[in-house]
């Protein structure tokens, strides 16, 4: 069983839907986050959650909202979205926020934003 | 603030050939750093890591690198390719106990 699970693989959405990107991670790790992956960039860090309390927004725009019921699910929830925001969302998750960097990465959802 | 700068968007070797992938690190203080490969259609895997100690890291599938602080370079080596190992490679920067920074990324590709 893979260690970090993302749901769905690939999303197609127009402006104005609503939908939601789930995570689970089966690793027993206390820290989760997102990521955005985008061609010829770096990749970006989005939020970070350590034992269910965000600690991190990297100004990400509103119209992205996270939640993390608990340690093992972490969910983004997507609403008019544009089409820049077409991209590879990561969900990563490690130890805890004070480990030294060594993350496990789910396979990312393909969101692409019509 | 911290940063990564990998040298080349794309390297092409030929397969039993040797992999040089480079990445140098601006931090201002001792750095964490890493290398993370990303497969077609996969997320980011660890290849390896320094954190502390010898400055010569071994990694999986026959990888490692070198820190070297005076050129503030973390080099990822494979002395002989594999036609397996064409992936997207990340170097990555921790100044200590803070977020991860990533480089853009450089592509390996594998010839027969």
Redesign the interface.
């Known amino acids: 069983e893979t260690g970090v699970t993302q749901t769905p693989r690939h999303l197609v959405m127009g402006m104005t839907n609503k939908k939601s990107l789930k995570c689970e991670q089966h690793l027993g790790h206390n820290a989760m986050y997102w990521y955005k992956q985008s061609a010829k960039k770096p990749l970006e860090l989005m939020f970070v959650y350590n034992f269910k309390e965000q600690t991190e927004n990297n100004s990400v725009p509103s119209r992205f909202s996270p939640e993390c019921p608990n340690s093992s699910h972490l969910f983004l929830h997507l609403h008019t979205l544009q089409p820049e925001d077409s991209a590879l969302y990561l969900c990563a998750s490690s130890q805890d926020r004070q480990s030294t960097g060594e993350l496990f990465f789910g396979e990312g959802s393909r969101l692409t934003v019509l | 603030a911290q940063s990564?700068t990998q040298l080349g968007?794309h390297v092409s070797v030929s397969e039993g050939a040797l992999v040089l992938l480079r990445c140098n690190y601006s931090s201002s203080v001792p750095p964490?750093l890493?290398w993370?490969v990303q497969y077609p259609?996969?997320?980011?895997?660890?290849l390896l890591?320094y954190?502390t100690g010898a400055t010569l890291v071994k990694g999986i599938n026959g990888f490692e690198a070198e820190f070297k602080k005076s050129e503030t370079s973390f080099h990822l080596t494979k002395p002989s390719a594999h036609m397996s190992d064409a992936a997207e490679y990340?170097c990555?920067v921790?100044p200590g106990?803070q977020?991860?920074?990533?480089?853009?990324?450089t592509r390996l590709l594998v010839s027969p």
């Open positions: 990564v968007s964490y890493f993370y259609n996969q997320g980011l895997q660890l890591k954190t990340f990555a921790s106990f977020k991860l920074v990533f480089g853009t990324g």
